[in-house]
């Protein structure tokens, strides 16, 4: 297969660019990245696929029914005042029935990122008051979906099922029942799925599967043979993007790449930084160890003295300030 290749910044690197690129093995990739800005919103973003977004979304509530009308909306969300901080979604789109759903591909770690989706959330609810006319406020269910190329830090554990799934709702702490069923938070944590093709057992499971390896797969794994799987890959073949469509994605493909080029290089040089500070440690503890063996044999060595020159074990023991029991364990050494 031939992936035409341009003389600008948008061209596929050469393989063995380790720097930028790991993955490749003979030949370039068959299917986009649904990690890039381009991949994620190809699939999920667009009129002509959004029906692969109706069904995954079902999927990650666990809802058996597939929804049925989904419109997008303006992805830019700004605040009541020209000051206020502004939220951008990669997706935000709403149902027939007016459920709102935030979706995110979020390839990077930010120390407040809970804090991040709850602030992002906000703006749906806020956007359904009724201005003017009297209003009850009672509001339409919001759901934000965080699909996460990375793991949350404080070690927080998913369904015993899938570990990798969070569902998060507002619950009463006393009796764990949900308080509020209208909001909702949903985050899949990609590098916790280690499934194999073999081990492919849900439609979740198909879904992470693809989520996580699509970029560098070379064809259709036979257990995914579900309809929409089958769209899935055809439209995420490079070779059927338009001219247009390939530069693009292959500027956002740089774009991942430099981003986790840089995270290596972070990630290396704080295991180098942390190696220096155990080594340093241990030499901190070996010298420790060195003085007190020092000493223990200087201890030792004046003990035996002593006791030659006819002393007793009391006598000794006030001279030195040691334990009568320490004088007699070097004394019966002797």
């Not at 959004?50 to 979304?57: G, S, T, Y």
């Amino acid at each position: 297969m031939a992936i035409q290749r341009k003389k600008s910044m948008a061209k596929s690197p050469k393989n063995g660019d380790s720097e930028q690129f790991t993955g490749w093995s003979s030949k370039p990739p068959r299917y986009i990245n649904p990690h890039t800005d381009f991949g994620f919103k190809k699939l999920f973003g667009t009129e002509a696929n959004k029906d692969l977004l109706q069904e995954f979304l079902p999927v990650l509530l666990g809802k058996e029914d597939r929804i049925i009308s989904l419109r997008y909306m303006n992805p830019e969300q700004l605040g009541g005042a020209e000051n206020d901080r502004k939220a951008v979604y990669d997706l935000y789109c709403e149902t027939e029935s007016g459920e709102k759903f935030i979706v995110e591909m979020q390839r990077n770690y930010q120390e407040f990122f809970k804090d991040r989706s709850v602030y992002y959330s906000t703006f749906p609810i806020q956007e359904q008051a009724r201005k003017g006319v009297e209003w009850d406020f009672e509001l339409n269910a919001v759901y934000t979906v965080g699909i996460l190329n990375f793991e949350f830090k404080d070690g927080d554990r998913g369904f015993k099922q899938y570990p990798y799934l969070h569902h998060v709702q507002l619950s009463d702490t006393e009796t764990g029942r949900v308080f509020y069923d209208k909001l909702t938070y949903v985050y899949l944590e990609l590098p916790k799925f280690a499934k194999t093709e073999d081990e492919l057992e849900t439609l979740l499971d198909k879904w992470m599967f693809v989520l996580k390896n699509l970029a560098v797969l070379n064809d259709r794994p036979k257990t995914l043979q579900e309809r929409v799987f089958r769209r899935l890959f055809r439209i995420a073949e490079i070779e059927q993007l338009s001219e247009a469509e390939r530069l693009v994605y292959w500027e956002s493909q740089k774009i991942y790449w430099d981003y986790m080029s840089s995270i290596r290089s972070a990630e290396k040089k704080v295991a180098q930084e942390k190696d220096a500070v155990i080594r340093e440690k241990d030499a901190v503890i070996r010298e420790k160890d060195a003085v007190i063996r020092e000493m223990e044999e200087k201890e030792i060595a004046t003990v035996k003295n002593l006791f030659g020159k006819g002393l007793s074990t009391k006598e000794i023991s006030e001279i030195m300030r040691l334990d009568v029991r320490r004088i007699c364990e070097i004394v019966a050494k002797i």
